[in-house]
């Protein structure tokens, strides 16, 4: 299957920092990408759709202030929390959809970020 | 509401007992139901896409199976080290898109 590489695959930042997550396709160019949100042991929750070339679409109670994506090429996407605060540390995890299978729908997955703010 | 409901929430098997994972789902126009096993700490790796009602799929000891209302996955003689959460997910189209939403998975330990 495709690969995603998702960077970093953990951080740990101060409170009211801001943190850049990158999530790359490595075999395959992927003009939509998808943030998601994980808690522990809960499902993944779509925070975003990311739109190469063009903005971000949020999922509803998602902040666009908060969580800045950038969609700057077909292989990279970046998430960057802002501010970040204790109730922002979660498992931030991309996909992505291989634009030559457009018609089949498999999400590829990064390996996640987890991210803990102090 | 579109719905995707996986059950168990955690599944304990022996090695080699075999059992089956179910999801099933409310969404309307069906593009695609998708399993994916994920390792704590890991981003979840991509098993089977089904598309129609009837259709299989295999790999390994794993073998999944699609209905109008439900897929199951079935595990054959499991072994210790397909011990993971297995997430469905569900796509549906809608005008201008389509739509992905996960189950909260099945969490299975297979004790040697």
């Known amino acids: 299957g495709a690969v995603v590489s998702q960077h970093p695959s953990w951080v740990i930042c101060k409170s009211g920092t801001s943190v850049k997550i990158e999530c790359r396709s490595l075999?395959?160019?992927?003009?939509?990408m998808f943030w998601y949100r994980q808690f522990p042991k809960q499902s993944l929750m779509l925070m975003a759709t990311?739109?190469?070339?063009?903005?971000?679409?949020?999922e509803q109670g998602v902040e666009k202030d908060k969580f800045l994506i950038n969609h700057a090429s077909l292989t990279l996407s970046t998430l960057t929390v802002t501010s970040a605060h204790p109730e922002d540390s979660s498992f931030y995890i991309c996909?992505?959809?291989?634009?030559?299978?457009?018609?089949?729908?498999?999400?590829?997955f990064g390996e996640g970020s987890r991210l803990t703010v102090l | 509401e579109d719905q995707v409901t996986q059950s168990p929430e955690a599944l304990r098997l022996q090695e080699g007992e075999s059992s089956s994972l179910n999801c099933s789902y409310t969404?309307?126009?069906?593009?695609?139901l998708f399993w994916y096993r994920q390792d704590p700490g890991k981003g979840p790796e991509f098993l089977f896409t089904?598309?129609?009602a009837g259709e299989e799929k295999e790999k390994e000891r794993l073998k999944a199976t699609l209905t109008k209302k439900e897929s199951f996955l079935h595990i054959t003689a499991p072994k210790p080290e397909d011990s993971a959460t297995y997430l469905c997910?569900?796509?549906?189209?809608?005008?201008?898109?389509?739509?992905?939403?996960f189950g909260a998975g099945t969490r299975l330990f297979v004790k040697a």
């Open positions: 990311s739109n190469e070339g063009s903005k971000a679409t949020y």
């Open positions: 075999d395959f160019q992927a003009t939509t």
């Open positions: 969404v309307s126009g069906l593009r695609g």
């Open positions: 996909s992505a959809r291989d634009v030559r299978g457009a018609g089949t729908g498999e999400l590829f």
């Open positions: 997910a569900v796509q549906w189209g809608y005008t201008g898109g389509f739509k992905t939403i």
């Open positions: 089904l598309y129609s």
